[in-house]
């Protein structure tokens, strides 16, 4: 059974950074995407950044292009997101979420493809 039990989110102002992390458990795939996605109140959930594994190939949303960075820590079976100079329009819960896969033709950003998710974290971000 995997599991995945996100942290480190918190409340910021606009401008300001916040690292996420997914710890992942029972999950021993060789390949397979990894990714963030976000959902604010009333709106759709989306993806924000992914990563698949298998290649180290990493996706991004054009919202957050050159603001996030996804990694992956193998050791420790851990998932990151890195969130610099947030903006308001941020605001979300971030949840992380696994699919098993190999192959690189895989829509890495679409939520619906995903098998296994966290409970998210939430992020605040005060202009």
Do not use: H
Not at 31 to 51: C, D, K, L, N
Not at 106 to 126: D, E
Request: glycine share 12%; aromatic share 14%.
């Amino acid at each position: 059974q995997v599991q995945l039990v996100e942290s480190g989110g918190g409340s910021v102002q606009a401008g300001g950074s916040l690292r996420l992390s997914c710890a992942a458990s029972g999950y021993t795939y060789n390949s397979a995407y990894m990714g963030w996605f976000r959902q604010a109140p009333g709106e759709e959930r989306e993806g924000v950044a992914a990563i698949y594994t298998g290649r180290g190939y990493t996706y991004y949303a054009d919202s957050v292009k050159g603001r996030f960075t996804i990694s992956r820590d193998n050791a420790k079976n851990t998932l990151y997101l890195q969130m610099d100079r947030l903006k308001p329009e941020d605001t979300a819960m971030y949840y992380c979420a696994v699919k098993p896969y190999i192959g690189s033709s895989f829509p890495a950003l679409n939520p619906g493809k995903y098998n296994y998710w966290g409970q998210g974290t939430q992020v605040t971000v005060s202009s």
